[in-house]
């Protein structure tokens, strides 16, 4: 038995691993927290469109402006929908896109 509580021959290097996985898990903690409030945060702020599954046929675009959320869904209707003309859209040689309003047409 030693005079000084304090000085131990401690060298047991499982108390080492323990301490390691304890501050692993504090972090792991953290980072739980941050990215759980991430998303709500990016919603949060201003002006936002999120598009998920970008190009498929579940396609779906959240529109946030101010206190407005607009929600569109793809469907199986291409290309329809009501409107009038607006004006004719024409493609160059170099692949450059021209749109002409109905106004200015001959």
Do not use: C, W
């Not at 996985?21 to 999120?50: K, N, R, Y």
């Amino acid at each position: 038995m030693s005079m000084h509580p304090l000085i131990e021959d401690d060298d047991d290097p499982m108390l080492s691993l323990v301490n390691l996985i304890d501050v692993f898990l504090v972090i792991v903690i953290i980072l739980f927290v941050v990215l759980a409030q991430s998303p709500l945060q990016m919603l949060a702020g201003e002006d936002v469109t999120v598009i998920r599954n970008a190009g498929k046929a579940d396609m779906e675009i959240l529109i946030k402006e101010g206190e407005k959320l607009t929600h569109y869904r793809a469907s199986d209707e291409i290309g329809t929908g009501r409107g009038t003309r607006a004006g004719v859209t024409y493609r160059l040689d170099d692949g450059t896109l021209v749109y002409v309003p109905e106004s200015l047409q001959p």
